[in-house]
């Protein structure tokens, strides 16, 4: 079984993690994913379920750490809309 502490701190990591993309767009999709993703699953009642769907929770973790490094390494050479300055 697994504790609703654990799925709490599932979703804070992966929204922390979000939080680190420099992207405005990148971050707001993560965060928005992220809060779907719980509260679509927010009324789920059977263990092995829980475990499941608590597994691809952080299997998605891993895919958001990852390409947050390869976004790091390799940023983009334009800037977002949302990120230019008005003058």
Do not use: W
């Not at 405005?24 to 993560?30: G, H, L, Q, S």
């Not at 973790?61 to 976004?71: F, M, P, T």
């Amino acid at each position: 079984m697994v504790a609703k502490l654990q799925v709490i701190s599932l979703c804070r990591s992966l929204l922390r993690a979000g939080r680190k993309y420099p992207d405005y767009n990148i971050r707001e999709y993560t965060k928005r994913r992220a809060l779907d993703g719980f509260h679509m699953n927010k009324n789920l009642t059977d263990p092995s379920k829980v475990k499941e769907v608590y597994a691809e929770g952080k299997a998605q973790l891993e895919v958001v750490e990852r390409a947050l490094k390869v976004y790091l390494a390799y940023p983009p050479k334009t800037k977002n809309i949302m990120e230019l300055k008005v003058q």
